[in-house]
């Protein structure tokens, strides 16, 4: 019987993906740790898309339970040996991920999240940047072409119950992610300039008057400036740096569907992009780099929803800034509203995305989403004191930049020139 599987259609349909055929995107997945899921019915192209992505990456692993599966043993699989060869399977993946291996391919069926969920926390643990796809075939919904092409033999009534079960599987948040080397050095980077606005008294003394209750300290009793920032918290962990484009929660979130057929989204999911890094914010709450989103990425932009902000438990002991928090409240859409606006010097971003950020860390009983939430309100800052036409802030001069206090111990650092970060736009599972 003939190949079927090799054919010019299924090649066609594989060389689409951006991570096989966009340079941008080749060159980052490169210098960067990926972990590629590919999801699909039997018979759809799993297999042939895994080795196209081979052909690609010398430096790869592809995890296939089918491989640890007797060859004269066709479909239906007995029990034990079904176990057995996903058993093989995981612990080859996590093998590859262990040594650190450029890009691990996993090709099984994976058509609910439950099965893909190893794979997923192995990526998580070791710091792989994920990519769910599925071969973009005319026939991986066409039962009866699907039990033809099937290697193993999986019948057509089968291949039909399973395409009933088959889940869109909807990431928590979509977003762009730096990979882990670039991480390192923004993080470098932020903490250097933090630290040298530490040296100027006048931003020492205005910062402290609100840091946040449980501070860490100094032995003196003093709080400890240089340890006050942790991104031990995060979701995603401590290591890679992202921006988050739209919070899903798996699906829970409304408009979630529509997001993810958006044809901007469709195209862009595994898909490379060079962010522009304007500068930093640095608040009791939260510290992190503030990007400007050009048109393409605002197609992909669905952030600025948020409503009032949140106060953790741990900040009700404080007076004053339990006030400042109750005081954050914007529009129905969570975003500055600025008619009339142009970007200036010291207004460089308003509107959609301009809460757009990689955040670095933050205060104690605060999360990574606060940085977003107090951009938005530097952002709202900046246009009142334009409106306002008033220039007298606190404002320091640091390499390359100038730091401004928009009060409340809120900073702003305006880079004097931007810079660029890869990133890979895709889902965090």
Same mark, same amino acid.
């Given at each position: 019987?003939?190949? #079927? ?9 594989? *060389? ?11 060159? +980052? ?7 590629? #899921?590919? /999801?699909?019915?039997? &018979?759809?192209?799993?297999?042939? =898309?895994?080795? %196209? #992505? ?65 794979? =997923?926390?192995?990526?998580? %643990? ?43 599987? @909807?990431?928590? +948040?979509?977003?762009? +992610? ?31 008057? @609100?840091?946040?209750? !449980? ?5 003196? &009793? ?14 995603? &962990? ?13 699906? %829970? ?26 500068? =930093? ?13 050009? %048109? ?10 948020? !409503? ?5 438990? *741990? ?19 969570? /975003?500055?509203?600025?008619? !009339? ?28 989403? /606060? ?5 938005? /309100? ?39 020139? *931007?810079?660029?970060?890869?990133? =890979? ?5």
């Amino acid at each position: 019987m003939a190949d #079927i599987s090799q054919s010019s259609t299924e090649q066609t349909c594989a *060389s689409e993906f951006p991570f096989l055929q966009d340079p941008e995107t080749v060159t +980052f997945i490169h210098k960067s740790k990926v972990m590629i #899921i590919i /999801q699909g019915l039997p &018979g759809s192209g799993k297999s042939h =898309l895994a080795r %196209e #992505i081979s052909k690609v990456y010398s430096d790869h692993a592809i995890c296939c339970a089918d491989n640890f599966r007797p060859s004269d043993i066709k479909y239906p699989f007995p029990k034990d040996i079904l176990t057995k060869s996903h058993k093989c399977c995981q612990d080859t993946a996590e093998h590859a991920a262990k040594d650190g291996v450029n890009v691990i391919v996993v090709d099984n069926s994976n058509i609910r999240l439950w099965e893909m969920q190893p794979y =997923l926390n192995l990526a998580n %643990e070791y710091n792989y940047t994920e990519i769910v796809v599925e071969p973009q075939t005319r026939w991986k919904w066409n039962p009866v072409e699907l039990a033809a092409r099937s290697t193993q033999g999986v019948p057509k009534d089968v291949i039909q119950e399973k395409l009933k079960k088959k889940d869109y599987v @909807y990431p928590f +948040f979509y977003g762009w +992610f730096v990979n882990n080397t670039d991480s390192l050095s923004l993080r470098q980077m932020a903490q250097g300039m933090y630290e040298e606005c530490l040296q100027e008294p006048q931003f020492v003394d205005e910062f402290v008057q @609100y840091a946040v209750p !449980g501070a860490p300290q100094k032995k003196d &009793g003093s709080v400890d400036l240089k340890q006050y920032f942790s991104a031990k918290t995060f979701d995603t &962990g401590p290591d890679s740096l992202h921006c988050t484009a739209f919070y899903s929660d798996h699906g %829970e979130i409304d408009g979630s569907k529509q997001y993810a057929t958006k044809p901007a989204v469709q195209h862009s999911l595994g898909r490379a992009y060079k962010l522009e890094i304007i500068g =930093l914010l640095i608040t009791p709450r939260s510290f992190g780099f503030r990007l400007k989103l050009n %048109e393409k990425e605002l197609l992909l932009w669905n952030n600025d929803d948020d !409503g009032n902000i949140p106060t953790p438990p *741990s900040c009700k002991a404080n007076d004053e800034l339990q006030k400042q928090m109750e005081l954050m409240t914007f529009d129905p859409k969570g /975003q500055v509203q600025c008619p !009339g606006w142009h970007p200036t010097k010291f207004s460089p971003t308003c509107g959609p995305g301009s809460r757009a950020h990689l955040s670095v860390g933050v205060g104690v009983g605060f999360k990574a989403v /606060q940085t977003g939430i107090d951009l938005v /309100q530097l952002v709202q800052d900046e246009l009142n004191a334009d409106a306002k036409g008033k220039d007298d802030f606190l404002t320091i001069k640091i390499k390359k930049a100038i730091a401004r206090c928009y009060g409340n111990g809120n900073w702003l650092v305006y880079f004097e020139e *931007s810079m660029a970060v890869d990133t =890979l736009f895709t889902g965090y599972y």
